[in-house]
C-alpha cells in the first residue's frame, strides 16, 4: 500500500438536507489549490446524482451511491479509499493532496469518522483534518429539533457554516447562532457568505479531536465502538428511519422548464410540510445543457444550468419525504408530464380547479 510522508488530510462535508453542500463544493473546488483533491460523494436513493451536481475539471470524483454512508457503504468507503491509495501506488492517478467526503443529508457522521479513525491501515495513511457542517439558516432550527441525524451533524463539526443568510431575518440567524452554541460550544461558525467560506482555508480545521467536542460526541463514539447500541437504522438503502423514504422519478426530455417548475411548486404547495428534499437534473427539449432544480419543503429554488451533459441526457429528480406517500408523489409527477392514469385529473383540470383554494384537489 502506498504511504504518503504524511498522513492524507480528510475533511467530511456534511449538513442536512438542502443546507447547501454541493454548491459549497462546487465553490470550492475552482479554487487551484484543490485541483489535487478527491471528492467522495456519498447518495442516498436509488438513482444516483449527485457526482452531476459537483463540477471538477479532472476525474477525481468518486460515488458512492449503494446506501446511507453511515450504514451500509461504511465498508466500501473503507475499500474506497485503499482503492485509492493502490492507484496512487501503481501512478495510475496522481498523488492527492486531500480527500473531501461529501455525505448524505440524512448521514449520521461519526460512523464516518469512526470508520477512518479506527482502521489501522486507513488511519496510518489517512487522517480526518475537520468536520465542516452546514446547517440552513431558514430550516435550521426546527430541522436540529426535529432530526437527531442533523444534531449530530453539528455537535460533531469543527466548523459550523450557515447557509442562505440572505433569505433568513437576522433575528432568526441570531437564534440559530446561539442554538449552535449550545449543542457545539467549541465549534467556530461562520455563514457561507463570509469570505473564509470561499476559500480551502474552510476545509483545513485541525486533526479531528473528540476529546475538544461536547461530551455527547463521545458517548456516541464509544456507542459506536461497543457496537452501534444507539444506531437502528434500517438497511434498506433508500430508507433511514420508519418514516423518512428516498425515491427517484424519471423522464426523457421536457418540453420546457415551466413544466418541472409547474410540478415543483405544487408539489410543495400541498406537500411541503412532508418534503424535505427534491433535486435533480432535467433535459429539455432541444437544448443540450442540463437545468438542476432544487427544493426544500414549501421552498422552491431557482434552477441554474450545467454546461453540457457527461452522459445520455435524461430526467432524473430524487425526492426525499417524511410520512409522505411515494405514491402521491408519483401520481401528481406524472399529471405535470401530462400522462393519463385512471381517477387522476389532468395538469389542466388541477390547475383550473376553483376550490383548490379552499383544500379540494380536484
Known amino acids: 500500500m502506498y504511504n504518503p510522508p504524511s498522513p492524507i488530510p480528510v475533511s467530511i462535508v456534511t449538513g442536512f438536507?438542502?443546507?447547501?453542500?454541493?454548491?459549497?463544493?462546487?465553490?470550492?473546488?475552482?479554487?487551484?489549490?484543490?485541483?489535487?483533491?478527491?471528492?467522495?460523494i456519498n447518495e442516498f436513493g436509488e438513482v444516483g446524482i449527485d457526482h452531476l451536481l459537483v463540477q471538477s475539471s479532472g476525474d477525481s470524483i468518486i460515488e458512492l451511491s449503494n446506501g446511507c454512508l453511515c450504514c451500509t457503504v461504511r465498508g466500501e468507503l473503507i475499500d474506497t479509499l485503499a482503492d485509492l491509495l493502490d492507484r496512487i501506488q501503481t501512478e495510475k492517478v496522481k498523488p492527492v493532496s486531500r480527500v473531501i467526503i461529501e455525505t448524505t443529508g440524512l448521514a449520521d457522521p461519526v460512523p464516518?469518522?469512526?470508520?477512518?479513525?479506527?482502521?489501522?491501515?486507513?488511519?496510518?495513511?489517512?487522517?480526518?483534518?475537520?468536520?465542516?457542517?452546514?446547517?440552513?439558516?431558514?430550516?435550521?432550527?426546527?430541522?436540529?429539533?426535529?432530526?437527531?441525524?442533523?444534531?449530530?451533524q453539528a455537535a460533531v463539526a469543527d466548523r459550523l457554516v450557515i447557509t442562505k443568510t440572505d433569505l433568513s431575518e437576522p433575528e432568526a440567524r441570531g437564534d440559530l447562532v446561539e442554538s449552535l452554541k449550545t449543542l457545539n460550544p467549541m465549534a467556530e461558525i461562520m455563514d457561507a457568505s463570509?469570505?473564509?467560506?470561499?476559500?480551502?482555508?474552510?476545509?483545513?480545521?485541525?486533526?479531528?479531536?473528540?476529546?475538544?467536542?461536547?461530551?455527547?460526541?463521545?458517548?456516541w463514539l464509544s456507542a459506536e465502538r461497543?457496537?452501534?447500541?444507539?444506531?437502528?437504522?434500517?438497511?434498506?438503502?433508500?430508507?433511514h428511519g420508519a418514516h423518512i423514504r428516498a425515491f427517484a422519478?424519471?423522464?426523457?426530455?421536457?418540453?420546457?422548464?415551466?413544466?418541472i417548475a409547474a410540478f415543483q411548486h405544487r408539489l410543495a404547495a400541498e406537500y411541503g410540510d412532508r418534503l424535505l428534499r427534491l433535486k435533480g437534473v432535467v433535459a429539455l427539449a432541444g437544448d443540450d445543457r442540463p437545468l438542476v432544480v432544487h427544493g426544500v419543503r414549501d421552498t422552491v429554488y431557482p434552477a441554474t444550468r450545467l454546461e453540457a451533459w457527461e452522459e445520455t441526457p435524461a430526467t432524473r429528480l430524487v425526492v426525499i419525504t417524511s410520512d409522505?406517500?411515494?405514491?402521491?408523489?408519483?401520481?401528481?409527477?406524472e399529471t405535470y408530464l401530462d400522462r393519463p392514469g385512471i381517477d387522476r385529473p389532468d395538469?389542466?383540470?388541477?390547475?383550473?380547479?376553483?376550490?383548490s383554494a379552499f383544500g379540494f384537489k380536484y
Open 226 to 239: 461497543d457496537g452501534g447500541a444507539h444506531h437502528h437504522h434500517h438497511h434498506d438503502v433508500n430508507r
Open 112 to 152: 464516518v469518522l469512526l470508520a477512518i479513525m479506527a482502521h489501522p491501515a486507513i488511519a496510518a495513511t489517512f487522517r480526518i483534518d475537520g468536520v465542516v457542517t452546514l446547517v440552513d439558516a431558514l430550516t435550521g432550527p426546527e430541522t436540529l429539533s426535529r432530526h437527531e441525524e442533523a444534531a449530530r
Open 347 to 355: 395538469r389542466t383540470a388541477l390547475e383550473d380547479n376553483p376550490l
Open 17 to 40: 438536507l438542502g443546507a447547501g453542500k454541493s454548491t459549497l463544493l462546487n465553490r470550492l473546488l475552482k479554487d487551484p489549490a484543490l485541483q489535487d483533491a478527491a471528492v467522495i
Open 194 to 219: 463570509d469570505a473564509a467560506a470561499s476559500t480551502p482555508a474552510l476545509l483545513v480545521s485541525g486533526l479531528f479531536d473528540a476529546a475538544l467536542k461536547s461530551a455527547s460526541v463521545g458517548e
Open 324 to 333: 409522505l406517500a411515494e405514491t402521491a408523489v408519483r401520481e401528481l409527477f
Open 249 to 259: 422519478l424519471t423522464a426523457g426530455r421536457l418540453a420546457s422548464p415551466a413544466v
